[in-house]
């Protein structure tokens, strides 16, 4: 059974950060693509940065620099490091397993930025 569980969201001002981790189960760390991904009210979902299973990233432009993604293969856990946060990166934040596409994800994590 697949579950993946966000957490470490909440509020900071501008220029601050935050670190969200996503707990996962079901599934090793390498065996999928794992993303995170973010959606503003009345905005559509957005990949934020994805990591592959060989470890290769892909950021957004709107992140590159600021945000980075890593995990650990042991703790079964992917992180977002977010940092120099922006007002525009308030959003609910979910993490995505997958490979072409994304079956699994987590309920999300809302990141409000002031």
């Known amino acids: 059974h697949v579950q993946l569980v966000e957490s470490g969201g909440g509020s900071v001002e501008s220029g601050g950060s935050l670190r969200l981790s996503c707990a996962h189960s079901?599934?090793?760390?390498?065996?999928?693509?794992m993303g995170w991904f973010r959606q503003a009210p009345g905005k559509e979902r957005e990949e934020v940065v994805a990591i592959g299973s060989d470890g290769t990233t892909h950021y957004a432009d709107s992140v590159k620099g600021r945000f980075t993604i890593s995990r650990n293969n042991v703790k079964n856990t992917v992180y977002l490091q977010m940092n120099s946060l922006k007002s525009d990166d308030t959003a609910l934040y979910y993490c995505?397993?997958?490979?072409?596409?994304?079956?699994?994800w987590g309920q999300g994590t809302q990141v409000t930025v002031s």
């Open positions: 079901g599934f090793s760390t390498t065996s999928y693509c």
């Open positions: 995505a397993a997958g490979g072409t596409w994304y079956p699994y």
